[in-house]
């Protein structure tokens, strides 16, 4: 039986930044940003176990062509957390999740 998967409004706000941020660079950019996205959340769904350890119930998994990270909780239901340029503020997703 497949999970359920639910992206936190706050990870669908860094989707949308990061978006935009990539369309005013070059066309077409932000939709290569989001199928790398999709790619990563089709593999996680995959094999639930994919990602690297990132505390007691969070998981980490790198985009390939991106220099973005997906954090998500393998719980009832898949949770992405949020996707995080990999040079940010770790605090940044300490305030989302207890660790």
Not at 55 to 81: C, D, H, M, T, W
């Amino acid at each position: 039986m497949a999970r359920k998967l639910l992206v936190w409004p706050e990870a669908e706000a860094d989707l949308t930044a990061a978006a935009i941020w990539y369309s005013e660079i070059r066309a077409n950019l932000a939709e290569a940003f989001l199928s790398d996205f999709s790619a990563i959340v089709q593999l996680i769904l995959d094999n639930l176990q994919m990602g690297v350890a990132y505390g007691k119930e969070v998981r980490k998994l790198a985009l390939r062509k991106f220099p973005y990270i997906v954090y998500y909780r393998n719980s009832e239901q898949i949770e992405i957390v949020a996707c995080l340029h990999a040079g940010r503020e770790p605090g940044l997703l300490a305030q989302r999740v207890q660790h």
